[in-house]
């Protein structure tokens, strides 16, 4: 069974320092890992996503991922915060040989403080 | 066209009512899903369609009845729902296959049930 856990519920950062927020992940075999964002009343927009290769991930408005397969963790990262990034954020997981279906952590709730 | 298009944006209905949801992609994906999204949790997956074909159902009640009638469309009939099932509803598309392929989300249909 796959299985993504984001440990904290909310992750209160001011504008213009750096955001993290943290993912770890169980899976069997190498895992595909994915972060969505999800504005107040839209659908998740995909963010980025590691495969394979280099572990540091680059993706969509500055973010970036560092997979750690050590630590199991796939921690989301922005150099400095916007108040635009409050939003919930979701980590997810696929296992490699595994079919279209991903485990979804419980979401954190991001809020950028002026 | 990268949307997902999902209608209507808002439903209320009875728990006697019969009503459809709708998404359409044209993006030539070959993968659509049906999500439910409860307030501030992840999406937990309903069902996933390949090629027009139904491969995952996730044990979702027979209440829930989806249909893929082209590689562009996917509807979500509803019949007899309880109030229980007041949700977001999103609907997703990506690339076919196996390949770990991130997916797009509609903004979803917020469903009231009366």
């Known amino acids: 069974a796959q299985s993504v856990a984001q440990p904290e519920d909310q992750v209160n950062v001011a504008e213009g320092n750096p955001l993290t927020v943290k993912c770890t992940y169980s899976?069997?075999?190498?895992?595909?890992l994915f972060w969505y964002v999800q504005y107040p009343n839209r659908g998740l927009q995909f963010l980025l996503k590691?495969?394979?290769?280099?572990?540091l991930v680059k993706g969509s408005y500055g973010f970036e991922a560092e997979f750690n397969k050590s630590q199991t963790s796939f921690h989301l990262k922005k150099p400095s915060a916007l108040v635009s990034d409050s939003a919930l954020y979701f980590c997810?997981?696929?296992?490699?040989?595994?079919?279209?279906?991903?485990?979804f952590g419980k979401g954190n709730q991001v809020v950028v403080i002026p | 066209d990268t949307e997902v298009t999902q209608t209507p944006k808002h439903l209320v209905m009875g728990m006697t009512n019969k009503k459809s949801l709708k998404c359409e992609q044209h993006?030539?994906?070959?993968?659509m899903y049906w999500y439910k999204q409860k307030a501030k949790k992840p999406p937990e997956l309903m069902f996933v369609?390949?090629?027009?074909?139904?491969?995952i159902n996730e044990s979702v009640p027979s209440r829930f009845s989806p249909e893929c009638p082209n590689s562009s469309l996917l509807n979500l009939h509803l019949h007899a729902l309880q109030p229980e099932d007041s949700a977001l509803y999103l609907c997703?598309?990506?690339?076919?296959?196996?390949?770990?392929?991130?997916?797009?989300f509609g903004p979803g249909t917020r469903l009231t049930v009366l």
């Open positions: 997703a598309s990506s690339q076919g296959g196996t390949s770990p392929h991130e997916q797009f």
């Open positions: 899976v069997s075999g190498n895992p595909y």
């Open positions: 590691y495969i394979t290769g280099d572990n």
């Open positions: 997810a997981v696929r296992a490699f040989y595994g079919n279209n279906r991903l485990a």
């Open positions: 993006m030539g994906h070959r993968a």
């Open positions: 369609y390949s090629y027009e074909k139904l491969s």
